[in-house]
């Protein structure tokens, strides 16, 4: 259902493009995000945008990325800037309804000098 790309290996204050792949219905209608989990801690919210384009983000963001969605292309990214190492961790897709969620196989970021 969920295709991720996107994750490398990056210096700090670096730049990476997460990309994933999903269906036409579920870009329409799910609401769409990005989640990570670094080890020892538990998954959480990193962005979300719903069906109607509104967002959220993580308060650890604070305005280094930015989720988009592409329903033409059937994407949703997230763009992440000004990178720490504390961000390093496996980034996963998610689309949700209260009744249904799916879940990408997490793609590796890693965040290092």
């Known amino acids: 259902q969920l295709v991720e790309s996107g994750g490398g290996l990056v210096q700090p204050g670096g730049s990476l493009r997460l990309s994933c792949a999903v269906s036409?219905?579920?870009?329409?209608?799910?609401?769409l995000g990005w989640y990570r989990q670094a080890p020892g801690k538990e998954r959480e919210l990193v962005a979300s945008?719903?069906?109607?384009?509104?967002?959220n983000y993580g308060d650890f963001v604070k305005g280094r990325f930015n989720i988009s969605k592409d329903t033409s292309k059937r994407t949703v990214d997230l763009q992440m800037n000004i990178l720490e190492i504390e961000d390093t961790a496996v980034y996963y897709c998610?689309?949700?309804?209260?009744?249904?969620?799916?879940w990408g196989q997490g793609t590796q970021v890693t965040v290092s000098s």
């Open positions: 036409e219905y579920v870009s329409r209608i799910y609401t």
């Open positions: 945008v719903d069906s109607h384009g509104n967002k």
């Open positions: 998610n689309s949700y309804l209260p009744w249904s969620e799916y």
